[in-house]
């Protein structure tokens, strides 16, 4: 086999892989396929970064039939919120089943004035519980305005008769 050929095969192979794991990240339609996870959720996760003084995050949150997600998450006020199935490779390689991508308004942390525009919300049903963490927009280094927060822990109850 010629030099050239094998440099060919191999650059196929990798954009093959590329596109592959392209296709194997995305996730599914907002449309829910499990009516468990629909309802009213109040709970707490705690916060896991240094930069932030108060230790726990609270979560109240409305996810709809439609797959439509509303509520609070800290003193933030969900805007834009859609919960997703995740793709078989994301369900299969540890991460949660659900993820909810939202933006944000107000502060996350109102006494320390700590504000992020969205956060990704990774999750399972666990025993009748949405168990999960979260991480919000922004940069994995830098000052504490612009770092990202992890929630992590995160455990939800469904409130009845709602």
Known sequence: MKVCEKGTRFI?????????????????DP???????????????????????????????????DGLVRGRIGDATIIDGHVYRRSSFMR????????VRANLQGFLVKEERIARDSIAFMFDLVNGSIEGEMNTSGSKCGTRDRMYMKVA???????EGE
């Open 92 to 99: 299969n390689t540890g991460n949660g089943n659900y993820i």
């Open 12 to 28: 196929t192979s990798l954009l093959v892989l590329y596109c592959m794991s392209l296709l194997s990240c995305a996730t599914a």
């Open 153 to 159: 822990n995160i455990i939800l109850n469904r409130v």
């Open 31 to 65: 449309v829910l396929d499990s009516s468990a996870i629909q309802g009213h959720w109040v709970g707490r996760g705690d916060i896991i970064v240094t930069w932030c003084n108060q230790d726990q995050l609270s979560f109240d949150i409305f996810i709809s039939d």
